[in-house]
């Protein structure tokens, strides 16, 4: 079942809306976002299951489609490894934000391919690797 968050767990705002992302490899993740801050809204970002999300949006008569693309990185820079469509990878990763801050978010990072993202988790930080 998905619950709605009711306020934005960085500002309190309450213009929470679904919006999607587009990764590199093209895969999509859907989560909160809140219109107020600009920001996920739920911390850390809860990624809806996307069976679950069908089935919910299936009963108000929308699809996965229409709800709003909030960024495309599907035609952004290639792997700085091995060329392939990367995705950008933060170096801290938001799932360690209480070991580097709130602000995980503005460390730099690089654009890596699926496979070179989940080798980089593998070998620095295979406790996230599921």
Not at 22 to 34: L, T
Not at 73 to 102: K, T
Request: glycine share 6%; charged share 25%.
């Amino acid at each position: 079942m998905i619950s709605i968050p009711t306020e934005c767990a960085h500002c309190g705002g309450h213009d929470v809306r679904l919006r999607r992302l587009r990764n590199g490899n093209a895969s999509e993740h859907i989560a909160f976002y809140c219109l107020d801050c600009e920001r996920w809204a739920e911390y850390p970002i809860r990624w809806l299951k996307r069976s679950e999300l069908e089935e919910r949006l299936a009963k108000q008569g929308t699809r996965i489609d229409q709800i709003p693309l909030l960024d495309d990185y599907s035609d952004r820079q290639p792997c700085i490894i091995c060329g392939a469509p990367g995705e950008l990878h933060h170096w801290a990763p938001q799932s360690m934000s209480e070991n580097f801050a709130p602000d995980w978010f503005k460390w730099p990072g690089a654009y890596l391919c699926r496979d070179h993202h989940m080798l980089w988790h593998h070998v620095v930080t295979p406790e996230l690797v599921r």
